[in-house]
């Protein structure tokens, strides 16, 4: 069974500076590359480099930049056949900026990405009968997720959503449709009101949005791991000691994982555990995709760090 994405697809410009800038600060960073990146991209690409079938939905612009991103999809795997070409806008675009330890900001202008609509949403209906999981995220016009998520949930897909990047205004209806909601920190205290710092915070957090009816909440804590509350039980993701080189992509990779093990079968503590590993390893390389590990990778990877 397959891995559906819904969701962006963006150009990312990467600037490596000596630290993040302040407000009205100018600093002469280090290096700049074009990077193929945009949360869902970045997730399709993830689940493919994991050798689980994965369709793309979603929309490029016309641009080179479109041009560049259709063929690294391609590249990695993925599949396109529903992608949509939009001839009256750019393509995502995200300006990066990456610290020495590896922390980063990120501004996202989302050009084709936000035309989005009931066009792809008809793309992706033609696909929900050969998957088995769908991956959203919050960098596409947010009513056309909530009508994504609705159509997999009916369909019986598992439905997973990254709220990224952070906000505070999703609409109740979506809650019930979602499965799996995986915040971090910072958007787990923007959705529950509930200040995230500690495993109690985020436990109290996870709480409260399925009193709003998602199913499972995972909270990612970045070094302190991640934790997962379920309906029936509560248990600790651990986290793989690494070097970090680029956080950009950790998310998406933790996202990539777990839909590609939950796709295959392996309950959800094997695949948060596998999530976790894809996360740890994605942080050790620069860039979004070119960060995303393989299989062989992931297998080395869990095998050295057995418990």
């Not at 074009?34 to 490029?60: C, E, F, S, W």
């Not at 690294?72 to 396109?80: A, D, F, K």
């Not at 590993?277 to 393989?294: D, H, M, R, Y």
């Amino acid at each position: 069974m397959s891995v559906l994405v819904f969701g962006s697809i963006n150009m990312d410009l990467v600037a490596r500076v000596p630290r993040l800038p302040g407000v009205g600060e100018t600093l002469i960073g280090h290096t700049f590359d074009t990077i193929p990146g945009g949360k869902g991209a970045n997730q399709a690409v993830a689940v493919a480099r994991l050798d689980v079938p994965v369709q793309m939905v979603g929309r490029l612009g016309s641009d080179g930049f479109g041009h560049q991103l259709l063929q690294g999809l391609q590249r990695n795997g993925v599949g396109c056949d529903r992608l949509q070409i939009d001839h009256s806008s750019h393509s995502g675009v995200a300006l990066i900026s990456v610290d020495e330890a590896g922390e980063n900001n990120i501004i996202v202008i989302p050009g084709a990405n936000g035309n989005v609509d009931q066009t792809n949403i008809e793309r992706l209906q033609e696909l929900l009968p050969t998957a088995k999981v769908l991956l959203l995220q919050l960098e596409i016009p947010l009513p056309v997720t909530v009508a994504a998520a609705k159509a997999a949930k009916q369909a019986g897909l598992t439905v997973i959503l990254d709220p990224a990047p952070a906000r505070s205004d999703l609409p109740a209806d979506l809650y019930p449709v979602v499965d799996i909601l995986t915040p971090n920190q910072v958007e787990a205290s923007q959705l529950s009101g509930v200040s995230v710092s500690d495993r109690p915070s985020a436990i109290e957090a996870a709480r409260r949005l399925q009193k709003r009816g998602v199913a499972t909440v995972i909270v990612k804590l970045g070094n302190q791991g991640a934790v997962c509350v379920t309906p029936d039980v509560i248990f600790t993701i651990p986290v793989f000691p690494v070097k970090a080189v680029d956080t950009v992509a950790a998310g998406d990779a933790f996202n990539g994982g777990l839909a590609a093990g939950l796709a295959v079968g392996l309950p959800l503590s094997e695949a948060t555990t596998q999530a976790a590993a894809v996360a740890a390893l994605s942080v050790t390389k620069a860039g979004a995709q070119p960060s995303l590990p393989s299989r062989q990778d992931l297998d080395n990877f869990l095998a050295q760090h057995q418990q």
